[in-house]
């Protein structure tokens, strides 16, 4: 399942065999031998591709005809789509949806190609040897849905409160794909109470059509963090009376707001308290299986969090779900991790950055949990180069959405010349590992520079603290490496910026350790980022319970 409740009742989805076949592919086009792959799953999950870097071709088959939907929530990272044999889709990023609608195929078997690259190609500007690993496969669901002449493209709802009544706008797209004009209605239902019903519309052969309404609901329950209220968004679109196709979603009440140096969840000021999280894990590399990322979910709320931080990259949407549920805020991050002013020059890192914000906002919108959309972790942010990026890139999400501020997480403390573009400050800080200086103390000078540029009078995140340690290295010489220096150093750094009241908070680095690329970090033990405070297999790390204790006092 590639959500957590089900998203059509009209709509008719096709079901496809888990196990597709699968060869790697050479420079020259030379195919290895046909194995069989589970989708979704990354090939290094597979015994004799742990560390394959390149091509891969997947295929299968499988019946239909019609219009249809194919969605790849995820390949990792370049894909080329063929059907029975003709290209039909290109796509660049390992973290983002993206679909093809095939119209009138002929009812019988077709087969399905995906050409995978997760090579460091030229063509890559944010697939690039990093801190992280990038996988290779189809590592998120694939789904076939069954359309029918007209179909719900968008459903996008925006919750807003005025003199204490919510109110929910609407925006849904509808598309006929026929040759014909289509009359047709539809109809949004909030819940039993409370529906949206459009004007019946004649949309012409191949076109699409807005629709968009407010209602107030006066009856709506809040989503907060300790009561994560959800409710069921459905579309409807009719044609003759009879429902033609329908797209379910989940919402949640909230509003999120800046005052001042505050961030406002409700109208509360928020505390944040929580992780960056990659997605990673021993077995399974970047395709977590649901129970994983529960598991990862319960070991966050056991430790006290209330937030996680998707670096640095859009996630499984399952996980979003799972936030949403668990009443876990997140920042998610559209994919670059510190990229040089040379690298932000690729000729694809613009069309390609962009693309990914537009995915990522497009497909995203309505998750309650996301309190804000980053970019461009540690980019070059403090050159007039960088500065263009960083502003096309905000430009860009305030045009897809106005209801959410906007961050980057930075680490140019003294030169970082984009903080008058965001809406609020965030730092990633190292203080007693990276360098000597107590953390108290770096906060301090960080928070001066910070009033002296345009970020003064904005919200201030830690975004990232922490220090390393290899699960199970223990010594009372506290030497570099071992738990116990990561659990003295953690509690100095954390416990500083939760007592600075006039600090949103902290998203530690890291909740668990993650594989990193062979290509140039040697000076990560065990080819890993060792910053967790559990291990690769969810192992608790000494650091644990003291995050645990530290969270708990900061209620
Ligand atoms: C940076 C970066 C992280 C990670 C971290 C570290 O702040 O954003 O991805 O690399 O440093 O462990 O040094």
Redesign the pocket.
């Known amino acids: 399942m590639e959500r957590l409740f089900r998203t059509h009742y009209t709509r008719k989805k096709i079901e496809i065999n888990p196990i597709w076949d699968f060869c790697t592919v050479d420079n020259n086009g030379n195919k290895g031998e046909t194995i069989k792959m589970v989708v979704p799953s990354c090939w290094e999950s597979h015994p004799n591709l742990a560390s394959y870097r390149g091509k891969a071709l997947y295929s299968q088959k499988f019946s239909f005809g019609g219009n249809i939907r194919l969605v790849f929530k995820g390949v990792s990272h370049t894909a080329n789509i063929y059907l029975d044999g003709k290209f039909i889709k290109y796509h660049y990023n390992a973290y983002t949806e993206f679909d093809v609608i095939l119209k009138n195929i002929d009812y019988s078997e077709h087969l399905l190609e995906v050409q995978v690259d997760n090579s460091f190609h030229k063509e890559s500007s944010l697939h690039v040897p990093n801190?992280?690993y990038s996988y290779g496969g189809i590592t998120r669901p694939v789904v076939v849905e069954q359309l029918g002449d007209t179909y719900i493209k968008q459903l996008h709802f925006t919750p807003s409160k005025t003199d204490n009544v919510w109110n929910a706008h609407i925006k849904t797209t509808i598309v006929n794909l026929s040759e014909k004009a289509k009359t047709l209605k539809v109809d949004i239902q909030i819940d039993e109470d409370n529906a949206i019903h459009f004007d019946e519309v004649t949309l012409a052969a191949n076109s699409e059509n807005v629709f968009e309404k407010a209602l107030e609901i006066f009856t709506a329950e809040e989503y907060s963090i300790e009561s994560p209220q959800l409710y069921y968004l459905k579309a409807i679109a009719y044609e003759n009376g009879q429902p033609v196709d329908d797209l379910i979603d989940r919402v949640g009440f909230r509003s999120i707001k800046i005052q001042g140096k505050d961030i406002l969840l409700n109208g509360k000021k928020l505390h944040l308290k929580g992780f960056?999280r990659h997605e990673d894990y021993a077995e399974f590399g970047c395709a977590l299986p649901l129970q994983a990322m529960q598991r990862d979910i319960e070991i966050l709320k056991d430790l006290g969090s209330n937030c996680v931080r998707t670096?640095?990259y859009p996630n499984d949407e399952r996980f979003l779900d799972l936030c949403d549920e668990y009443g876990i805020l997140v920042w998610e991050e559209a994919h670059a991790?510190?990229l040089s002013e040379e690298q932000m020059r690729h000729k694809n890192f613009d069309k390609q950055s962009a693309d990914c914000i537009s995915e990522m906002i497009e497909n995203h919108y309505n998750h309650p949990s996301i309190f804000t959309w980053g970019i461009l972790?540690?980019c070059a942010s403090y050159t007039d180069y960088g500065r263009g990026c960083y502003e096309k890139q905000y430009s860009l999400m305030r045009e897809l959405d106005e209801s959410r501020p906007l961050t980057s997480?930075s680490?140019h403390f003294g030169k970082d010349k984009c903080l008058d573009l965001l809406d609020i400050v965030s730092f990633?800080i190292?203080p007693g590992w990276?360098f000597d200086e107590p953390a108290t103390e770096h906060l301090k000078r960080l928070k001066e520079w910070i009033a002296s540029t345009e970020g003064k009078d904005k919200p201030l995140i830690i975004s990232?603290t922490?220090a390393?340690a290899v699960y199970g290295f223990r010594s009372t010489n506290k030497a570099k490496w071992t738990e116990d220096l990561q659990e003295e150093i953690l509690e100095e750094q954390v416990t500083s910026v939760l007592e600075n009241k006039d600090c949103s908070g902290v998203f530690i680095?890291?909740f668990a350790d993650c594989r990193v690329s062979n290509e140039n970090f040697y000076a990560r033990p065990k080819s890993q980022?060792n910053?967790g405070v559990v291990d690769i297999y969810r192992r608790q790390k000494l650091a644990y319970k003291k995050v645990k204790e530290i969270f708990e006092k900061f209620k």
């Open positions: 801190d992280y960056n670096s640095h991790r510190g972790n540690e997480a680490c990633n190292y990276y990232e922490g390393g680095w890291q980022n910053k």
